[in-house]
């Protein structure tokens, strides 16, 4: 039989298992591995990073970083440390200068503020000559002299001379000081002049020549202070005249040649007064043949200087000279500094104060060599002294009485007139005294009102003041010295530094803003140990801080004080503490943040580069 055949079964022939068979051909292929079988994997892995790693490390590797880490840490803590301690100290820094502060008067405040403005306001150029600033030539050593004093002066103690010092209230500071001497032959001025002097009344020196003489003489720098009329004048020129002589016996001065020393004054009247005292001086010298005669030239604006070419054709000895007439002369080469070794100034506060700062620079630079500096004034407020003090060498400060303080031979009286009765209580004023008398008035249109309503009242009155002519003022100067004129009127011109014969009252018909202004002028009178008298006009335009600097000087100088003066309260006062001079004026009745000078101190620097050229003085 046939049978039906079975299909037939097949054995199906299957792809190999991938876990038997790889095949290369195929690289993206990843086998499958169980989960836990990848944890495994994966642990172990890690495991064996950690211990390779390990490995890597040695231990001395492990102990550096253990040690690196121990001083960060150490150094976090010192620096925590260290911030607490600052702050700690900070705090206790802030509460003791609180409680210092608490402590402070207000008068000790106001000082350390004043002198936060001195130092804001001190002036750093120091006073040299711009080629010396700028090739920075210092000096350290004074000029060499020959002038020696006598033996057995040298052979004093210091005691002696402090003593001798002491008995003429003369107030010194520098170092090695020269002996103060008591007479002029042992000072080895020349005979002739010590008998000239004589015949002029001047037998013995004053405190301020005294010891201002030696000084200059022993060639060193100096500033001279000492009260109106005690003979500053002699005390610096009798050293230069000295100077010259001995250079002019040494060899005699050509064409050409000298000065040697040079004088220089704020305004033309004191130049004029000052040359004319140093030619008498000279003249007197040369009278009996015995010394050389010497050549003193005066060099101010407004004259003509043809009128000496007698003097400039000749060798020069002496100049004395204000500040723009001589830099014009030196610019022009008509004489040069060569071999000028003495420089004085007169009145040098003023000097500065007026704006000659940078005239007086200028002058400086024509020098070639080392020169002696002297600066003479009754008034050197302290900013003054200090920048002076800077600019010299080994300086010496010779001081006779407070800088700034009254003569004492003048008697002051301040009288409370109203403004509208002024000009009538002058007239009854001038009645005081016999003349010579001069009122002073700040104003130019009031001092010719002044002489115009005396004029007419039948006063034989001159006026002068800075819109005069040069020749007006001459005139003026010359007939009220003649005596020809009783009175003269003038503005603060006439006050610094000139010198007229026994003037026997000054009268302030208005109260200078400056107490120094007010020293100058009532200093006019008791002079050279002379007494005088000085009326002062006040009233209530009068600033009252003019009062009071007016009210502590009167008390200082121990004269009568009025009592609209007296009720007038220092706010200072109230705060305690000790009245000391402004610094910037030296007036005692003010600190320096409310000094009326300060600011037209700083209006005249602004303004001193427009001055002219011959302003010679004001
Ligand atoms: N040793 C002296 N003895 C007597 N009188 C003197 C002596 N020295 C100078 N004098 C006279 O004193 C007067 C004042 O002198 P001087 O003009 O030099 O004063 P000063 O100190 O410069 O005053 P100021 O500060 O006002 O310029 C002059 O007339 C002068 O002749």
Known sequence: MPTESAPKRRRIQRSPSPA??????????????PVAQRRQARLAKLTSWGVDKDKSRSPQDEQDEREDEEREEE????????????LMEAQEVHEKKAAEDAKKTEAEKAEEADAEILAAIASRKKLA?????????????????????????????????RLLREKYHILVDGEDIPPPIDNFTDMKVPDILVKFLKSKRIFTPTPIQLQGIPTACAGRDMIGIAFTGSGKTLAFCLPVIMLALEEESKLPFVR?????????????????????????????????????????????????????????????HIVVATPGRLID????????????????????????????????????????????????SATMPRKIQDFAQQSLVKPILVNVGRAGAANLDVLQVVEYVKQEAKM???????????????????????????????LLKGVEAVAIHGSKTQEERQYAIKAFKSGAKDVMVASGVASKGL???????????????????????????????????????????????????????????????????????????????SLKGCP????????????????????????????SDDRGGY
């Open 499 to 577: 010198d007229f014969n026994d003037i026997q009252h000054v009268i302030i018909f208005s109260m200078p803003k400056e107490i120094e202004d007010y020293v100058h002028q009532i200093g006019r009178t008791g002079r050279s140990g002379k007494t005088g008298i000085a009326t002062t006009f006040v009233n209530m335009n009068t600033p009252e801080q003019t009062l009071l600097d007016l009210k502590y000087l009167l008390m200082e100088a121990g004269q009568k004080v009025p009592p609209f003066l007296l009720s007038i309260d220092d706010p200072r006062a109230a705060q305690g503490g």
């Open 329 to 376: 002369m030196l610019e022009k080469k008509r004489f040069t500094f060569d071999s000028c070794k003495y420089l004085c100034m007169d009145e040098a506060d003023r000097m500065i104060d007026l704006g000659f700062e940078d005239d007086v620079r200028n002058i400086m630079s024509f020098f070639k060599h080392q020169r002696q500096t002297l600066l003479f």
């Open 75 to 86: 150094r976090r803590r010192e620096k925590a440390r260290k911030e607490r301690t600052l």
């Open 584 to 611: 910037v004026c030296g007036g005692l009745g003010h600190g320096i943040s409310n000094c009326p000078k300060l600011e037209d101190t700083q209006r005249r620097q602004m303004a001193s580069h427009r001055i």
């Open 424 to 454: 009538v209580y002058l007239l009854e004023c001038l009645q005081k005294t016999p003349p010579p008398v001069i009122i002073f008035s700040e104003n130019k249109n009031e001092v010719d009102d002044i002489q115009e309503y005396l």
């Open 129 to 161: 000559s711009d080629l010396e600033l700028a090739k920075g030539v210092q000096y350290t050593e004074s000029m060499k002299t020959t002038w020696r004093p006598p033996k057995f002066i040298r052979d004093r103690s210091e005691e002696e001379h």
């Open 256 to 316: 050409g040649e000298g000065p040697v020393g040079v004088i220089l004054c704020p305004s033309r009247e004191l130049a004029t007064q000052t040359y004319e005292n140093v030619l008498t001086w000279t003249s007197a010298l040369s009278k009996e043949g015995r010394y050389p005669s010497l050549n003193v030239l005066l060099c101010i604006g407004g004259i003509s200087m043809s009128d000496q070419s007698h003097v400039m054709n000749k060798g020069l």
């Open 20 to 33: 038997y068979k790889l095949d290369d051909a195929d690289d993206s292929y990843e086998p499958y591995i």
